[in-house]
C-alpha cells in the first residue's frame, strides 16, 4: 500500500488515542502526505483532564502535524453510543470535504464504547475506502495486527516523546516508553523488520494496474 501523496485521515475518540495507535507512522509519512487527524472529545468535562486538549496540540507538534491538520471536537466521552448518528453525519461531512483516501481509527478489537462507536460509524462512513484499526493498549482485547508499516527507529523515537507531552497522564503504564517500543519492536518482528506499527483491517479496497 502506498501512503506517497495520499490524503490520510486519522479519528480518534479521545486526545492521546491517536498517537498511541498511530504516532510512529504519522511521523512517517507526515510531509510526504495529507494528513488529518481529527480527536472527537476534547474531554473538557472531567476536571481532571483540564490540559489534555493542549498536551494533544503539544504531541502532535513534535510528529510534526501542523495545527491546522488537527480538529478536536466536542462530542462527551462516554456517551458516544448516544450520539451514533450525529457521529455518522460528522464523519460523512469529513468525507466530502477532506475526500480522504485511506482512514485510520480504532481497532475493532477495541473495548471501550467510544472507541467502538467510532470503528462502527467510520466502516459505514467510509465505504469503497480502505480502513484500518489501530490499537490502543489500555482498551484492546484480542488485538493481533494483520497490516504492518514499517517505521524508523527516528519514528519510534518521535512517537515516545510526543506521548511524554501529555503530563496529566505521566503515571499511565500505557505511555512507558519500554511498553510503547516493545510494542513496535515486536511488530516489527512480525513483520521481518526492526520496528513497525500494526493495524487490523477493517477494508481494503487495491486495484491491480497491468504494468506498462
Do not use: W
Amino acid at each position: 500500500m502506498i501512503f506517497y501523496g495520499k490524503r490520510v485521515l486519522f479519528i480518534g475518540a479521545h486526545p492521546d488515542d491517536i498517537e498511541l495507535g498511530a504516532g510512529a507512522l504519522i511521523h512517517n509519512i507526515k510531509g510526504k502526505s495529507d494528513l488529518l487527524c481529527v480527536t472527537l472529545s476534547d474531554n473538557q468535562k472531567n476536571p481532571l483532564l483540564k490540559n489534555v486538549v493542549a498536551e494533544h496540540y503539544e504531541s502532535m507538534a513534535v510528529l510534526g502535524v501542523p495545527e491546522d491538520s488537527i480538529l478536536v471536537e466536542e462530542f462527551t466521552t462516554r456517551k458516544f453510543p448516544d450520539k451514533r448518528q450525529e457521529i455518522l453525519e460528522y464523519l460523512l461531512k469529513l468525507r466530502r470535504e477532506f475526500k480522504p483516501q485511506i482512514i485510520f481509527c480504532h481497532s475493532r478489537n477495541d473495548i471501550h464504547q467510544d472507541h467502538n462507536v467510532v470503528t462502527e460509524e467510520a466502516v459505514r462512513a467510509f465505504r469503497g475506502i480502505t480502513v484500518l484499526g489501530f490499537d490502543v493498549v489500555r482498551s484492546s482485547y484480542n488485538f493481533f495486527p494483520h497490516f504492518f508499516v514499517d517505521v524508523a527507529e527516528k519514528d519510534v523515537d518521535k512517537k515516545i516523546e510526543a506521548l511524554q507531552k501529555y503530563k496529566t497522564y505521566h503515571d499511565k503504564y500505557y505511555f512507558d516508553a519500554d511498553l510503547l517500543r516493545a510494542t513496535m519492536v515486536r511488530h516489527g518482528a512480525l513483520a521481518e523488520r526492526n520496528f513497525a506499527e500494526g493495524f487490523d483491517i477493517l477494508r481494503v479496497v487495491g486495484r491491480f494496474d497491468p504494468c506498462e
